[in-house]
Structure formats: structure tokens, C-alpha cells
């Protein structure tokens, strides 16, 4: 990244920008304008302390393709302003304007028309576009009608409702997802999907260069798109072959090899006793092509079978779509605390579902088009049911809750459904008991339990036991669920337990809706503590031998010599 000042003010601003990341670089030149020109040239990315229209004026004549040109921000002298000036998708430019004005404490000036209507960038979803991406994008954005025409159902982020299948032959713009070879006009947009897997043999020392050709005259022959490779598939003697090698780096995907065995258990249609001689399976390019990246050949079809030249061997096989279900964890309730990934995975869901109360926290960053779920309390294993079936269909789908998803949350009943048809994506959130424990002060300061006291699915026998084992153990205890009108005496019993182990002297903090409205912080000991403060938005954390009040606040050392 080069950074390009002209003035004591932009250096200063440079050199902060420069302390935080390793890859950022003050650009210098015999003028501003060397300097620029320079940076234009050298780097990835450049952020300029300039005026915005000489930059302009400076870059206009060097600007060549989006997709190639580095990404340009522009700061004001007072460091107000952070404007995306060029590559704001291709380059990054508009996350780069984020990261810049979030370190200048500078505003983000993001102008690119899909970002400011909160819509998807045809050019952002992660897959090779292809077409008229500014007509099509433009057509979105005006509300005309877009038909969506895809090979299957992919797992694609929320589209406006102006984009869809019904929209009819007639629909003036088309988006096609497809890994076929189609005409091109300026009316529509291919999206490539990661859809087809290149098994590749050959023999030892043979040129990219041959590997290369045949697998471009291969997809060609069969109108199959190179855009739409996921990766290149190999044996594994063949992992250090430098001509499969090269050839997966110059296509920019990833080389997955398997071994023998694992390759001679795949049914295939031409298998050779030649190449089981040699390499221990009768089949390297078809059944590498058939296991893919998932090792199940049952979702894949060979649509080209083995083609040889002189020393390669090539197959493709398409493998189906598999769904995406984004386990996100919404932290416990403020939007400050919920991380910066799990807004990003709501974004990229087209599907979100969830207890209402947490959809409604959410809404405001949800893109338009996404399709809700929502149900009351109760229901947990319904709404894992709906999530997954909803991503086994091949939909994205975004699964909320709060706190963490792994923590008594919607992560563990998902999975028990989930199966290898679907990719999983944990999204970890910041915890009620974190929340909570940074309110008290320092309590998780060493060795801490979680324990539910919710006796509706485990009976109060394990509880009781795990509570003994914890108090036993002299571990900090949070207690979540701890007391509701209709189940009350569990806190008394847990406390009890605790207390047999432990001085009547221990803290114990309780916090009710932690970094939300009516948030309240309560201090006690277990002798004076009155169970009456806590209801089911509170959570509970009782100290252990070593846990001490200092200045108001719950603190439990690590080890270290505790002060005398």
C-alpha cells in the first residue's frame, strides 16, 4: 500500500496509517506528482493526502482496467473525509476507505450506486462476473425487471425482488449463474460458480505448457467455462508434479490431491490397469474429478470424461451445489458488540432465521430481498430444522442468536440436522457472560464453568452434580438461566451447593441485560445475596476462594501473588 503526502498534516496522518500496517509505505518523488505516479505503479492499493482533483488530474492519464488499476482513497488535509476514488469493488477501494476512516476517526465516502443502496455489487459476490455488469447493475437499481437464470439453485446472497425467475423471456436484463459457455450482449451478466472440479494425470516431467493446453482445449470442446473451476484434482504422487503445479497456479485455484486407495474405491467409466500399474488406482484423472473437494463422487457428474495428449490426462466433473449456513452469534445485544464478521454473514445470507426478538436487532443490516424467519420463544429445534433444510435446498442461509451460537445458543441443534450437503460457517459472538464479566470487573480472571440452571431438558440430578463438581474444583461459576416465575428454587439449591465449598464472604455479581436498555449491575456476597434481584435477562457469576472485591469491582487473580 503507498501512501502520497504533500503537506506536514498529510505525513502526519501517513505515518499513522504507516504505525498500524506492516504493508503500508510512505511514496516519495522528486514532486507529488512522481510520487503518485509511482505509487500508482508499485503498489496495490494507494491512499493519497491530496486534494481530490489533482489526483484526478494526475491519474486520469494512467487509468487502464477496474480489475487491474489499485484501489485509490483520497484523505482531506484535516483527515475528515476518507473517499473511495477508484477500484471501490474490484480493488477494494471501498473497504479500504472504511479501514482508513475508522483508524483517522475520517468518514467513509463510499458514491459506488450498489453500496449506497445497500444492494450487492454483482462484482462482489465472491465468483468471476463476466457481461454488462454496469447496465445489469443499473437495471437493479431502477427497479426494472432482471431475469434470474441459473443452472441450479446456488447459494447466493439476497437479490432485490426485481431480479428473479418470474421476471419472464421478456425481462430487458438477464443474470445467468452458469459454468457454460454463453453469448454475451449488453443486456447480461454471467456470474461463474465454483461448479466444475479438472482431475489432471500425467506423467512424471511433463510441461505446464501441454497440461495447460489440453485442459483449456478440453473445457473449450465441451463450451465449459475455465472461470468455473474450484480446483485442479490430482493422485497424490502427483502433488509435487511442477507442470500440474504451475498449471493450478496460472488458473489461480488450488491443487487437492488424494490418495491411491481413496481414488481406486471411485466407480469411473474408463478405468486402465496401465495406470493402476503404475500408480496403485485404475483411474487418477475421472475419480479425482468425481471426489472433488468433498470426497463424495455421489454429488458429482463427469461431463468430460478422460482426454489425453502425450504425457496429461484430463476429466471435468460438475458437482452440485452445496447450501451455506452461517452460524452467527449477535453478542448480547448492543450493535457495537456484535463483531464485524457476523454483520458481513447477514449481509451474504438470503435467508435469516431466528427468535424474533434477535431477527428484529438485526434488521436495519439486512439487505433487501432477504427472506425472514422469525418465531417466538420456544421452537429451538424447529428453527434448526428450517435453517437446514433451508440450506440443504442450496440457499445461504444465516442462523442468529445471541451471545455465542456455540454457548446454550442455535450452533449445537443446527448440527445434530446439518450433513455433508451443506458448508457450515461458525460466526463465534461475544458472550453474555463476557459482557457481563467485563461490567463486574475482572471475575473470569482464572479457571471459570458455565453451568445452566434450566431444568427443562437436563434433569436437576446433573445439574446438581456438575454444580458439586465446580464448587469441588473451586471454579469461578456463571450461571445462565437462572431463575424464571415458574422455576425459582434452582438458584437457591445451586447456591447452596456453591456456598458448602466456599466462605460466606465470596462475591457475587449479577448483571441483568448486559449492554441493553434497563442494563443494572448488582454486587453481594454469598451470605447477603438475595436471589429476588435475578430474573431470566440475568446472568450470574459467583467468585471463587480467591475472588476479591477491589474498589467496587469483582477481581480474580490468576495465580500471580495476590496483593497483601
Not at 477508484?86 to 479500504?96: S, Y
Amino acid at each position: 500500500m503507498g501512501l502520497v503526502a504533500a503537506t506536514a498534516a498529510g505525513r502526519r496522518h501517513a505515518a499513522v496509517l504507516a504505525g498500524a500496517w506492516p504493508e503500508a509505505r510512505l511514496v516519495s518523488g522528486e514532486t507529488v506528482a512522481h510520487a503518485l505516479r509511482t505509487a500508482w505503479t508499485d503498489c496495490d492499493a494507494v491512499v493519497a493526502f491530496l486534494a481530490t482533483g489533482a489526483v484526478v488530474r494526475i491519474l486520469a492519464p494512467l487509468l487502464g482496467e477496474k480489475h487491474t488499476d489499485p484501489a485509490v482513497v483520497v484523505v482531506d488535509e484535516a483527515a475528515r473525509h476518507a473517499i473511495a476514488l477508484l477500484g471501490g469493488h474490484a480493488g477494494g477501494g471501498n473497504a479500504l476507505a472504511a479501514r482508513v476512516g475508522a483508524l483517522l476517526d475520517a468518514d467513509p465516502v463510499v458514491t459506488t450506486a450498489t453500496d449506497a443502496a445497500g444492494l450487492p455489487g454483482l462484482d462482489t459476490l465472491g465468483w468471476p462476473v463476466e457481461g454488462a455488469v454496469a447496465a445489469v447493475s443499473r437495471a437493479i437499481l431502477d427497479g426494472e425487471p432482471v431475469r434470474l437464470v441459473a443452472d441450479a439453485t446456488w447459494p447466493l446472497p439476497a437479490l432485490p425482488g426485481n431480479v428473479h425467475p418470474g421476471a419472464g423471456p421478456d425481462a430487458g436484463h438477464r443474470l445467468l449463474v452458469t459454468d457454460r459457455i454463453v453469448p454475451l450482449d449488453g443486456r447480461t451478466v454471467v456470474l461463474r460458480p465454483p461448479s466444475l472440479v479438472a482431475g489432471v494425470g500425467a506423467s512424471r516431467g511433463v510441461p505446464a505448457g501441454e497440461v495447460r493446453e489440453l485442459l483449456h482445449r478440453t473445457l473449450a470442446d465441451a463450451g465449459l467455462s475455465p472461470a468455473s473451476l474450484r480446483c485442479l484434482a490430482s493422485a497424490d504422487v502427483k502433488a509435487d508434479e511442477a507442470g500440474i503445479v504451475a498449471t493450478a497456479q496460472a488458473l489461480g485455484v488450488p491443487l487437492l490431491t488424494r490418495p491411491a486407495a481413496e481414488l481406486a474405491a471411485v466407480d469411473v467409466p474408463h478405468p486402465s490397469e496401465v495406470v493402476r500399474a503404475a500408480v496403485g488406482t485404475p483411474s487418477v484423472a475421472e475419480a479425482a474429478a468425481l471426489l472433488g473437494v468433498t470426497g463424495r463422487p455421489t454429488d458429482a457428474r463427469l461431463v468430460v470424461p478422460k482426454t489425453a495428449s502425450a504425457m496429461a490426462t484430463v476429466a471435468v466433473a460438475r458437482h452440485a451445489p452445496r447450501g451455506r449456513l452461517a452460524l452467527v452469534g449477535l453478542g448480547p445485544g448492543a450493535p457495537d458488540l456484535r463483531t464485524p464478521r457476523a454483520v458481513a454473514e447477514l449481509r451474504r445470507a438470503a435467508v435469516v432465521v431466528g427468535l424474533d426478538q434477535y431477527v428484529d436487532q438485526v434488521r436495519d443490516v439486512l439487505r433487501p430481498g432477504t427472506r425472514i424467519l422469525a418465531t417466538g420463544l420456544g421452537a429451538e429445534q424447529a428453527r434448526a430444522r428450517t435453517a437446514v433444510a433451508e440450506a440443504a435446498a442450496g440457499r445461504a442461509v444465516a442462523l442468529v442468536g445471541s451471545g455465542d451460537a456455540g454457548v446454550y445458543a442455535m450452533a449445537s441443534p443446527a448440527l445434530e440436522y446439518a450433513d455433508e450437503r451443506i458448508d457450515v460457517i461458525g460466526v463465534p459472538g461475544v458472550t453474555a457472560a463476557l459482557a457481563a464479566g467485563a461490567l463486574l470487573g475482572a471475575p473470569l480472571g482464572h479457571d471459570h464453568a458455565y453451568l445452566s440452571l434450566s431444568d427443562l431438558h437436563t434433569p436437576w440430578e446433573v445439574i446438581a452434580r456438575r454444580l458439586t463438581a465446580a464448587a469441588e474444583g473451586d471454579l469461578v461459576v456463571l450461571l445462565y438461566n437462572p431463575r424464571s416465575r415458574t422455576r425459582h428454587w434452582q438458584l437457591d439449591a445451586a447456591l447452596a451447593i456453591l456456598g458448602g465449598h466456599r466462605p460466606p464472604s465470596t462475591p457475587v455479581g449479577v448483571v441483568r441485560n448486559a449492554s441493553r436498555p434497563g442494563e443494572r449491575v448488582h454486587l453481594a456476597t454469598l451470605a447477603d445475596f438475595d436471589p429476588a434481584v435475578v430474573d431470566m435477562y440475568s446472568v450470574v457469576v459467583v467468585g471463587n476462594s480467591d475472588t476479591r472485591l477491589v474498589a467496587g469491582r469483582m477481581v480474580t487473580p490468576r495465580g500471580y501473588r495476590w496483593r497483601s
